[in-house]
């Protein structure tokens, strides 16, 4: 029996509709495809503040972990540095008189702090966790063995890195520079609270300029003091991108993932 008009009807319908949901499915996934598998992110201590004058703030390093948790949903293998500003910072503590290399461990443990405050919001999101100390702490945490990282990244664990290099008078961000080159990463990440790098300080110039692109030579010739100087060199040598964004802004580490247009990104040239 040949189909009649409203048989007819009623099978357009189902095939545009089903067309229409296909695309739309296609177009989603297409939106959340990362432009990199692996990644480095580095956040500031002062990040986890908030609207605090010292420590953590629950709610930021919640809506943190919720923007972490959602890159690493994407399969995206995420490995973190967190610095220890909010809590210690050596060098400032050498300012005050306290030995350098003292003020340095505290700050490493300052960073420990944070890792597992970071790790306990993660998991709370069912996202699997670990964090690496550079220092012994195996009470609370595993020992950075390369190998073993690179094994849970492959794994989708979020890998948190802490306590820096393990050594004093070097930085967080020349720990996050040190450990994404040694991981593989294919991508540096600097979380600030600026959208990018500018020709002075943004704050307290309103004429400053922002860069969408630089080299790592023009950072250090125009002493921009983005990263430490270190740090800099180590991402120029290994010809590590760097991407510096605005993490206070929500949503952002996913926009930088996708490869969209956020940011200063820093290259080798």
């Given amino acids: 029996m040949a189909p009649g008009p409203t048989d007819v009807i009623t099978a357009a319908l189902y095939n545009t509709r089903r067309y229409t949901k296909t695309r739309a499915i296609r177009n989603s996934m297409q939106a959340d495809t990362p432009a990199y598998k692996r990644i480095l992110l580095k956040l500031s201590g002062e990040v986890l503040m908030g609207a605090e004058s010292f420590g953590i703030d629950p709610a930021t390093i919640s809506r943190l972990a919720n923007e972490i948790g959602a890159i690493s949903r994407m399969g995206v293998q995420v490995g973190l540095v967190i610095g220890g500003g909010n809590i210690f910072r050596g060098a400032g503590l050498a300012q005050a008189g306290i030995d350098r290399v003292t003020g340095d461990h505290m700050g490493m443990l300052a960073t420990v702090i944070n890792s597992l405050a970071m790790q306990d919001a993660l998991e709370r999101l069912g996202i699997f966790a670990r964090v690496m100390s550079a220092i012994r702490v195996n009470e609370v945490c595993e020992d950075y063995i390369r190998r073993r990282a690179v094994r849970h990244l492959e794994k989708g664990r979020v890998v948190i890195f802490a306590a820096g290099t393990g050594n004093p008078f070097f930085t967080t961000d020349s720990a996050a520079s040190l450990r994404a080159i040694e991981v593989g990463a294919e991508v540096m990440l600097k979380a600030t609270k600026v959208d990018g790098i500018y020709t002075s300080d943004p704050m307290q110039n309103s004429n400053a300029k922002r860069f969408e692109t630089i080299t790592y030579d023009e950072v250090l010739n125009q002493n ?26 929500e949503g952002e580490i996913s926009r930088v993932v996708k490869g969209e247009n956020v940011g200063t990104t820093v290259f080798k040239g």
């Fill in 224 to 249: 921009l003091r983005v990263m430490d100087a270190t740090a800099i060199v180590m991402c120029r040598d290994n010809d590590l991108p760097l991407k510096v964004f605005d993490v206070t802004r």
